[in-house]
């Protein structure tokens, strides 16, 4: 089976009935690992609804 496409959607619960929702998509090229790919995609919407808290600028990466 070959895998060309990967979805991962994650829902937070906000509390008060209330929630929010994304969705990140993921064309696989033929050289990459499916369960890489959807580990680093699963890592990144998570990282959206949840960002890592810096408490500090010597925490911060570069790219900032």
């Known amino acids: 089976?070959?895998?060309?496409?990967?979805?991962?959607?994650?829902?937070?619960?906000?509390?008060?009935?209330?929630?929010?929702?994304?969705?990140?998509?993921?064309?696989?090229?033929d050289s990459e690992d499916p369960h890489l790919a959807g580990e680093e995609l699963k890592a990144f919407v998570w990282a959206q609804l949840d960002p890592p808290v810096i408490k500090n600028n010597d925490d911060m990466p570069e790219e900032f």
Do not use: H
């Open 1 to 29: 089976m070959k895998i060309e496409r990967i979805t991962y959607k994650r829902v937070k619960n906000l509390g008060n009935f209330q929630s929010e929702t994304f969705e990140a998509t993921a064309i696989i090229a």
